[in-house]
């Protein structure tokens, strides 16, 4: 790893490889060749010795020259003409020096001589050869060559101090070559690493210059293909990005959405589970033949036990046998698809032994998630039942009382209008029989008749409406004639009391679709009132009509209602002055009577008045169609077909 960061560039690495390499052959070229060529040197000049002293001692030999030393000489001199040749001495056989030759002094070194092959030793730069002169074979003699190596070793010393320098300088030359040489190469490179950079800082603008044919130019153009397709890639991955952003949002707000749909299913299922939990009524799950599966918590209250102890067990078990039968053909019924809802009531018995009444009510809910049974809300009854047979029995109460009511209605209007109209037609003859001094007691008596008859009347006649179970019959009523008729029966005593009867009718007949005979029983209850509660002054009937209704308002000048009476106005039985103050006769029933009829032909009534200057009241009915003739059952009420009929307010009048 340490040695990784000085050769972290290529041109680094190629350099010093380069260097190493160069080194070597530096190295190889500066021990090798000089070596080699210096034992090339030695050998050759080693030979040249021993074939000169070969050559010397045969001369020697074959001239048997030995014995005269100048000829010795002779041959030396001739021997010495080689250029190392520094000792040549040629020895008799005892060793006598015979003749010699001296170049250079000899200086032997103190190493010790090594022998060598072929009669050679060596001393230091110093090569001696021996040889045996040999003449007619026989030795006469020693022949001693002494060869110098030192010209040569110097020659060798420059030889290898010139191929040091040239080496240095090669491998100097080849450094820088392949300094320059790396730059050239790795430049390119160096600049695909600096754009690859950039790229990876995000910049895929850069390019590479390429200049060159080369592969490094190849490199580059391809490097910026690649540059392209990567920016294209680029710009396709943003794109697909950003769909995936946007997806992503819609996938975060959908996520989003399902994770509050599913807070809101955990929030509705625990409400649920609550309400089924806390409610009331039992909620439970039957399998078929009434296997009880599932049961609310309720059931400790309505049945005395949880719902532990029931589920498992049949329904039907807890049931009074009399309801058993029931029970089971309504689950029948609901399984088979006759039913879809399941309704019946039994008899449960509860834990402290009551029979309870539970009212089933549910659906067949089978393959539904969850559920998978019959699903029953079972309420308890009991007390609905109760009340329930408490009712029936009012009720028959009531009918009874209403039969006595009829009959009592019946034989009262039997039994005290029949002896009435008696005493009113025998006091009638009376009055023609008696004289003037009686005549006052017998109009006494047919007075207070009239008035108990007209309250007998006011009193049938508000139970003959009460008891009506259907509305009359409506039809189409001209109101300016039952108007008129209205004033007809009411103007004698207002004659009598000195009123102006007034009628404010519009110039077209109006129709109200109303009944004739209600509304004639009405007006003139109304009319009445006025007549008989003002003492001076008017009485006014006004007709209006109005956008789908008409106005009929009795208005008088009289004594006027007081606001404290106003709220029992139209209750039965009321009088404003009671007991001895009673000014005026009458039942205090008619104005009960009056808003009867009205109600019963869907009209309104209602009344302003200021206590001693006069009252009115306002009736409001439906207008009739044009068409309403047509309708079936309907038929037209006007002067024609005005019926004689029985009024309280007749009499009342009269
Ligand atoms: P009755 O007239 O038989 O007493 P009503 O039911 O017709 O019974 O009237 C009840 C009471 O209403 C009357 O006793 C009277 O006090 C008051 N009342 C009705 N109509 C008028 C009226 N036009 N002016 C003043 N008071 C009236």
Request: net charge negative; aromatic share 4%.
């Amino acid at each position: 790893m340490a040695l990784s960061i000085p050769f972290r560039t290529l041109s680094t690495k190629l350099v010093a490889f380069m260097t190493v390499l160069m080194a070597l052959v530096a190295a190889t070229i500066f021990v090798f060749f000089p070596s080699r060529l210096e034992d090339h040197a030695v050998q050759s000049v080693t030979k040249k010795a021993s074939t000169v002293a070969e050559m010397t001692a045969f001369a020697l030999g074959a001239s048997n020259h030995l014995k005269s030393p100048e000829n010795v000489k002779i041959v030396l001199d001739a021997s010495a003409q080689v250029e190392d040749l520094v000792y040549a001495m040629v020895s008799d056989p005892s060793g006598a020096v015979v003749s010699e030759i001296n170049r250079n002094p000899m200086d032997y070194p103190a190493a010790a001589e090594v022998r060598k092959p072929g009669g050679i030793s060596q001393r230091g730069d110093i090569y001696r050869i021996h040889r045996a002169i040999v003449a007619d074979g026989t030795v006469i003699g020693r022949l001693h060559v002494a060869i110098s190596l030192a010209p040569l070793t110097s020659e060798m010393t420059r030889s290898r101090r010139m191929t040091a320098a040239a080496s240095s300088v090669i491998v100097l030359l080849g450094i820088l070559g392949v300094y320059f040489l790396g730059r050239l190469i790795t430049a390119p490179l160096k600049e695909i690493v600096r754009i690859a950079d950039r790229i990876s800082e995000g910049d895929l603008n850069e390019r590479v210059d390429v200049r060159s044919n080369d592969e490094l130019g190849r490199l580059g153009r391809s490097f910026n293909e690649m540059v392209d397709s990567l920016k294209t890639a680029y710009q396709q991955l943003e794109s697909v990005n950003a769909t995936l952003a946007y997806h992503s949002q819609d996938l975060q707000a959908e996520v989003a959405q399902k994770r509050r749909a599913e807070e809101a299913m955990r929030a509705s299922e625990a409400k649920f589970r609550a309400v089924v939990e806390h409610a009331t009524d039992v909620v439970a799950v039957l399998a078929d033949h009434g296997r009880i599966r599932y049961m609310s918590p309720a059931s400790i209250q309505m049945m005395g036990v949880a719902p532990e102890t029931l589920i498992g067990g049949l329904a039907g078990d807890h049931l009074h046998p009399a309801d058993r039968h029931a029970f089971e053909s309504a689950l029948s019924r609901g399984t088979e698809g006759k039913a879809r809802v399941i309704e019946v009531e039994a008899r449960w018995r509860h834990a402290n032994g009551m029979w309870r009444y539970l009212a089933f009510r549910g659906r067949d809910l089978k393959g539904f998630s969850g559920i998978d049974g019959l699903l029953f809300n079972v309420t308890d009854v009991t007390d609905a039942k109760r009340v329930e047979a408490e009712l029936t029995l009012a009720k028959e109460k009531a009918e009874g009382m209403v039969v006595l009511k009829d009959t009592f209605l019946t034989n009262m209007s039997h039994e005290i209008r029949t002896p009435l109209t008696g005493i009113l037609g025998f006091a009638q003859i009376l009055r023609s029989e008696l004289d003037d001094d009686h005549l006052e007691l017998v109009e006494h008596i047919q007075r207070s008749g009239q008035r108990l008859l007209n309250t007998l009347n006011a009193v049938l006649d508000l139970a003959e409406l009460e008891a009506l179970s259907a509305r009359p019959e409506l039809e189409r009523v001209a109101v300016g004639y039952q108007v008129r008729e209205t004033a007809h029966i009411v103007a004698p005593v207002a004659q009598l009391k000195n009123l102006e009867l007034t009628l404010d009718l519009p110039s077209e007949e109006v129709y109200a679709l109303a009944n004739a005979n209600c509304m004639q029983r009405a007006l003139t209850n109304l009319a009445s009132n006025a007549v008989k509660f003002t003492e001076e002054g008017r009485v006014t009937i006004a007709v209006r009509s109005e956008d789908s209704h008409v106005a009929i308002t009795v208005c008088d000048t009289g004594v006027g209602i007081s606001p404290e009476f106003m709220p029992s106005l139209f209750s039965e039985f009321t009088q404003e002055s009671t007991g001895n103050a009673r000014l005026h006769e009458g039942s205090g029933l008619g104005l009960a009577i009056t808003r009867r009829l009205i109600d019963l032909m869907n009209g309104t009534i209602s009344v302003e008045s200021e206590k001693g200057h006069g009252t009115s009241f306002t009736v409001t009915l439906p207008l009739a169609d044009q068409d309403t003739s047509r309708i079936t059952g309907m038929r037209m009420a006007g002067p024609s077909s005005l019926k004689a009929v029985r009024l309280t307010s007749d009499r009342k009048a009269s």
